[in-house]
């Protein structure tokens, strides 16, 4: 993309309806413009984000064996009467009336849905255990929408819903989904940690929140700091494998983590005291089991294979992932703007020009671009007739990972300088090298 024809309505003043970092970097970014409050457009550059965000999501569903589908963002009222939640929901459910005096509601989740989809078409246990997800939006009329998209009232949420014959199958599929969440979000840059939480209005007893360590966070939690230790890495799993994803769950559940609805102080007490952590969190995922809560009120049921019919052993697994886009510019940013992670950002490298015009300096410019495309890169270059000080300016404020910058003294001695956004440090290579390098550089996030 060339930024002469792009869509990036960067901001010099500091927005100051933002009271934090994520919201003003992405205000100022051009990545968003709030529509009305707790909701958002998502611009081009804001999009591209939330998209290469949903890929990951996708990508690591399908890994795990999961179903993509799409349910509709409104939904009849009488399913959530069937399952109690309609009158249950309060004040955040959105209530809409059709033409025809029919209540609907803008989804706020959609178990209910789902669960009517699996009565309607699936009656044996032969047809389990099955999975389905979904990426749509949904709204939830929050009391006080703030930060940005952090609290958004319509967002975009990775939903998941596990259909299976047995308590253990059921479990199985938990364990699963918290073994895909790990990858997912390191494959974000990220680090989100499984904690013991309060299941709220979806219900049940076993759920974990998924929860990134920054003091903008919304939550105070409470843990062991050798939690902070463990990564998934790139081990490889069998996600069919029970005792496998059982293990990844004992190991990232092994030490004290918990919000504030879960903390005992007795129990964090016994943490030696100089790995007990208080800090806050974004919540970033959560996954439940809920057994037969809506299985049994909505009557979705299979034929157990020796003649009865039982109710299937659910749970659901969200992932907020318009909410990431936040989060991840909470944990990376500095002073001068957002410093996206390789697996997200918008576009791989930017190129600069230093002197627009300039026939050498252009023509670099061009064959890199073509270069970098051709190696299925995305550059993003400043094609514009601004001083230098200004495009580096834009750049590090919009984050791209790394830079190549092409000036006139540089090409005399056949270099053009590669930068790191993260630790500023700078190379002078070939252009050819700084392509190649570049390449090197993505090749693990394609
Ligand atoms: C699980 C999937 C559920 O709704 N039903 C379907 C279950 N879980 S949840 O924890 O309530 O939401 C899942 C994730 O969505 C994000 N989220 C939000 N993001 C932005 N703005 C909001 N107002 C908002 N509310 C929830 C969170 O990341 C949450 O973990």
């Given at each position: 993309?060339?930024l002469?024809?792009?869509?990036?309505p960067?901001?010099?003043e500091?927005?100051?309806?933002?009271q934090?970092?994520?919201?003003r970097?992405?205000?100022?970014?051009?990545?968003?413009?709030?529509?009305?409050?707790g909701?958002y457009?998502?611009?081009?550059?804001g999009?591209?984000?939330l998209?290469?965000?949903?890929?990951i999501?996708h990508e690591?569903?399908?890994?795990?064996?999961?179903?993509?589908m799409?349910m509709?963002?409104l939904?009849s009222?009488?399913?959530?009467?069937e399952?109690?939640?309609y009158?249950?929901?309060?004040?955040?459910?959105?209530r809409?009336?059709?033409?025809?005096?029919?209540?609907?509601?803008?989804?706020?989740t959609?178990?209910?849905?789902?669960?009517?989809?699996?009565?309607?078409?699936?009656?044996?246990y032969?047809?389990l255990p099955?999975t389905?997800?979904h990426?749509q939006?949904?709204?939830?009329?929050?009391?006080r929408?703030?930060?940005?998209?952090?609290?958004?009232?319509?967002?975009?949420?990775k939903?998941?819903?596990?259909f299976?014959?047995t308590?253990?199958?059921?479990l199985?599929?938990?364990?699963?989904?918290?073994?895909?969440?790990?990858?997912?979000?390191?494959r974000?840059?990220l680090?989100?940690?499984?904690?013991?939480?309060?299941?709220?209005?979806?219900?049940?007893?076993?759920?974990?929140?998924?929860?990134?360590?920054?003091?903008t966070?919304?939550s105070?939690?409470?843990?062991?700091?050798?939690?902070?230790?463990?990564?998934?890495?790139?081990?490889?799993?069998?996600y069919?494998?029970?005792?496998?994803?059982?293990s990844v769950?004992?190991?990232?559940?092994?030490?004290y983590?918990?919000?504030?609805?879960?903390h005992?102080?007795e129990?964090?007490?016994?943490?030696?005291q100089?790995?007990?952590?208080?800090?806050?969190g974004i919540?970033?995922?959560?996954?439940f089991?809920?057994?037969?809560?809506?299985?049994?009120?909505?009557g979705a049921?299979?034929?157990d294979?020796?003649g009865?019919?039982?109710?299937?052993?659910?749970?659901?697994?969200g992932?907020?992932?318009?909410?990431?886009?936040?989060?991840?510019?909470?944990?990376?940013?500095?002073?001068?703007?957002?410093?996206w992670?390789?697996?997200?950002?918008?576009f791989?490298v930017?190129?600069?020009?230093l002197?627009?015009?300039d026939?050498?300096?252009?023509?670099?410019?061009e064959?890199?671009?073509?270069?970098?495309?051709a190696?299925?890169?995305?550059p993003l270059?400043?094609?514009?007739?601004e001083r230098?000080?200004?495009?580096?300016a834009?750049?590090?404020?919009?984050g791209?990972?790394?830079?190549?910058?092409?000036?006139?003294?540089?090409l005399?001695?056949?270099?053009?300088?590669?930068t790191?956004r993260?630790?500023?440090?700078?190379?002078?290579?070939?252009?050819e090298?700084?392509?190649?390098?570049v390449?090197?550089?993505y090749?693990?996030?394609?």
């Amino acid at each position: 993309m060339r930024l002469s024809r792009y869509f990036l309505p960067v901001l010099k003043e500091t927005p100051s309806e933002a009271q934090i970092v994520s919201h003003r970097l992405m205000l100022r970014a051009g990545m968003i413009k709030q529509a009305s409050a707790g909701i958002y457009s998502w611009l081009p550059l804001g999009y591209k984000v939330l998209k290469r965000i949903e890929q990951i999501v996708h990508e690591e569903q399908i890994r795990a064996g999961h179903i993509p589908m799409l349910m509709p963002t409104l939904q009849s009222a009488e399913l959530w009467r069937e399952s109690g939640r309609y009158d249950a929901y309060g004040p955040e459910m959105l209530r809409i009336r059709d033409r025809h005096d029919r209540d609907m509601l803008y989804g706020p989740t959609n178990e209910e849905m789902i669960t009517d989809i699996f009565r309607s078409h699936v009656a044996s246990y032969k047809d389990l255990p099955l999975t389905l997800y979904h990426i749509q939006w949904k709204f939830r009329d929050e009391v006080r929408p703030r930060f940005g998209v952090m609290r958004g009232r319509e967002f975009l949420m990775k939903d998941g819903y596990n259909f299976d014959l047995t308590k253990e199958d059921a479990l199985h599929a938990y364990n699963r989904h918290l073994v895909s969440y790990l990858r997912s979000y390191e494959r974000m840059g990220l680090q989100a940690i499984p904690m013991r939480a309060d299941s709220g209005p979806i219900g049940g007893d076993d759920t974990h929140e998924f929860l990134v360590l920054a003091e903008t966070g919304e939550s105070e939690v409470f843990y062991d700091s050798q939690i902070t230790d463990l990564r998934f890495g790139d081990r490889a799993i069998d996600y069919d494998s029970v005792e496998q994803c059982q293990s990844v769950l004992e190991e990232f559940t092994s030490r004290y983590a918990r919000t504030d609805e879960t903390h005992d102080p007795e129990v964090f007490a016994q943490i030696p005291q100089e790995r007990q952590r208080v800090a806050r969190g974004i919540e970033v995922g959560q996954i439940f089991y809920f057994g037969t809560k809506y299985s049994d009120a909505m009557g979705a049921t299979v034929d157990d294979g020796q003649g009865g019919k039982v109710p299937v052993h659910m749970g659901s697994h969200g992932i907020g992932v318009s909410r990431l886009v936040g989060a991840i510019i909470e944990a990376s940013h500095d002073d001068k703007g957002i410093i996206w992670p390789e697996g997200v950002t918008p576009f791989h490298v930017a190129i600069v020009n230093l002197k627009q015009g300039d026939a050498a300096c252009d023509g670099a410019c061009e064959d890199l671009y073509k270069a970098l495309t051709a190696k299925g890169l995305e550059p993003l270059y400043d094609d514009r007739a601004e001083r230098a000080g200004a495009k580096f300016a834009t750049m590090d404020l919009i984050g791209l990972p790394w830079r190549i910058t092409v000036g006139p003294r540089g090409l005399g001695a056949g270099v053009v300088e590669l930068t790191s956004r993260k630790t500023g440090e700078s190379e002078e290579l070939s252009p050819e090298a700084a392509v190649a390098r570049v390449a090197e550089i993505y090749a693990p996030h394609r």
